[in-house]
């Protein structure tokens, strides 16, 4: 299938452009910088902003499904970034194709269900900015016609492949969403787009102990 990754040149992103292609699927990618990867003929890299109309559209025009991984890197200043984005897919984002948000565990109802002490002080006084963006883009999809599963993995870490992780869909005190390995990430979200089993869901995601 056709699958474009929106904010692919590095994190989670990149790792989704790599797990997409181990599975033989054609992958059209959206993203301001060079994608570092070896030439791959199922791979077409476009440079450019997905803030931009036309640069949003030109990806997804032929697309089976979007996958949007979109990062600030390790800045933690306000932004509009996600908000912005989120309005613009819904204008013109195709509502007949499986679309995979990436937000992360601390969006949305999932901010009062931190695993422990140190993480909500970590959100509260570091990432309560970026999240709260992070959080209207999970508003407006949710609440729009997109065929949207909304993603919240736990505190990424950069290890190996597993493809052993737990998928909670159900907030409940208690609940425990620990960390993740981003390319298990990136296997979650290639295979909700070949097979969205999580329609409408907000699926939290962390390894397997």
Request: positive net charge; without cysteine.
């Amino acid at each position: 299938m056709n699958i474009t990754i929106i904010g692919a040149s590095a994190g989670v992103g990149l790792e989704t452009v790599k797990r997409a292609l181990e599975r033989n699927h054609k992958v059209t990618t959206l993203s301001r910088s060079t994608i570092e990867l070896p030439e791959n003929q199922n791979l077409i890299s476009l440079k450019g902003n997905a803030l931009n109309k036309e640069d949003l559209q030109k990806s997804i025009e032929n697309a089976d499904a979007v996958i949007v991984a979109l990062g600030t890197g390790k800045s933690m200043k306000p932004t509009t970034l996600y908000s912005d984005f989120a309005k613009i897919l819904v204008e013109i984002g195709k509502k007949d194709i499986p679309t995979i948000v990436l937000t992360g565990f601390g969006a949305g109802k999932s901010w009062d269900f931190q695993p422990n002490f140190f993480m909500k002080l970590f959100f509260k006084y570091l990432l309560k900015d970026v999240y709260a963006d992070k959080t209207k883009m999970e508003e407006i999809i949710s609440k729009s016609d997109l065929n949207w599963t909304i993603v919240r993995p736990g505190l990424l870490k950069d290890k190996p492949l597993t493809e052993k992780y737990k998928i909670e869909t159900n907030l409940y005190k208690g609940v425990k969403i620990g960390s993740i390995n981003r390319s298990d990430v990136a296997d979650f979200m290639v295979k909700e787009a070949e097979n969205q089993k999580y329609k409408k869901q907000f699926p939290a995601l962390s390894n397997k102990l």
